[in-house]
């Protein structure tokens, strides 16, 4: 009795760090871009048949002196809910936008750099015209960025995302459909929303790896029908050699995952394009 009692202390103590965690992070969420706070770190994504890496995720990572490092889960739903998700989504942009140009000016260009839109950003009036803002100030190729909008976000606003999408392809810049099959999306989507790339749910690998055969077909299916429809197929959440000849053998085009490399700051990221892999 006496170690419950313990125990229900320990916890309530747990609980009270974590409201106060949420309380400071809450508070702080609001002063990081102006304190430098946040900061990009880029995903290697590797093309099975090109043997490189020819394209990278941009994330966002917050670093507080005050809190320590804080996971996007948990600070970009708040920027959403205050709207901050606008001023530190154009920085997003910029910051990527900047690095592009700067690879560029190293003599690194074959490959481009995808950036997430969260739902605000999308239905905001000023997103394509910031999108064309940063990219005539930046000068680089438009065909050198990436959006990602979420397959969750695109069914919800299916129209919107249709036409925000079509903006997109306007300016030149390349789409994806992220986390594929984590919604109750129709495969019809797929026809519906005019984008080049479907990153596909690392969900599906966990699935395959613990439900077995059944698990597999669904998979390779997914790859097929996004392939035959015209569109590259990117596979999330690589993280062994096993899953990567898997994916091999079921023909998706690109994979992601710690198994090609980590989040990591730019300057880590751009000597892998020199990197010979041994897949
Ligand atoms: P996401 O768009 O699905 O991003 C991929 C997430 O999977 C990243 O987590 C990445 O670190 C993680 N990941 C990559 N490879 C592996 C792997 O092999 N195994 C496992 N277990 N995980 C892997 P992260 O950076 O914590 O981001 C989480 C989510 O936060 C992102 O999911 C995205 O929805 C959101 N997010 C991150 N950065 C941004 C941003 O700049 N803007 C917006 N709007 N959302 C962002
Ligand atoms: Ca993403
Ligand atoms: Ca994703
Ligand atoms: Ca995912």
Redesign the pocket.
Request: negative net charge; without cysteine; aromatic residues 4%.
């Given at each position: 009795k006496k170690l419950g009692g313990n125990r229900a202390i320990f916890f309530s103590q747990e609980l009270a760090n974590q409201n106060e965690r949420h309380r400071l992070i809450a508070n702080n969420v609001v002063h990081a871009l102006k304190n430098n706070e946040y900061y990009?770190v880029y995903?290697p994504i590797y093309e099975l048949d090109a043997k490189r890496v020819t394209s990278y995720?941009?994330?966002?990572r917050w670093e507080s002196p005050l809190i320590g490092t804080i996971?996007?889960?948990d600070f970009?739903p708040l920027l959403e809910q205050n709207d901050l998700?606008i001023p530190v989504?154009k920085w997003?942009m910029q910051e990527v936008v900047g690095q592009i140009a700067e690879w560029d000016r190293q003599g690194k260009s074959g490959f481009h750099v995808a950036?997430?839109?969260?739902v605000k950003?999308m239905m905001h009036p000023d997103f394509i015209p910031t999108v064309k803002e940063v990219l005539t100030v930046s000068g680089i190729q438009p065909q050198r960025l990436m959006f990602?909008i979420?397959e969750s976000v695109a069914v919800q606003n299916i129209e919107l995302a249709k036409f925000a999408l079509r903006e997109l392809n306007e300016l030149g810049v390349q789409t994806a459909l992220?986390?594929f099959g984590t919604g109750y999306s129709s495969l019809s989507i797929l026809k519906e929303l005019p984008i080049d790339h479907v990153k596909i749910d690392?969900s599906f690998i966990v699935r395959m790896e613990t439900e077995g055969d059944k698990s597999g077909i669904i998979l390779q299916g997914v790859l097929d029908i996004v392939r035959n429809l015209g569109m590259t197929t990117v596979m999330?959440?690589?993280?062994t050699e096993a899953q990567l000849s898997v994916m091999k053998e079921m023909g998706a085009h690109k994979v992601?995952?710690?198994?090609i490399g980590?989040?990591m700051i730019g300057k880590l990221a751009i000597d892998l394009q020199d990197e010979e892999f041994p897949f």
């Open positions: 990009i995903q995720e941009a994330l966002i996971a996007p889960l970009i998700i989504g997003i950036v997430n839109i969260s950003q990602e979420t992220d986390d690392r999330e959440g690589v993280e992601q995952g710690y198994l980590r989040p």
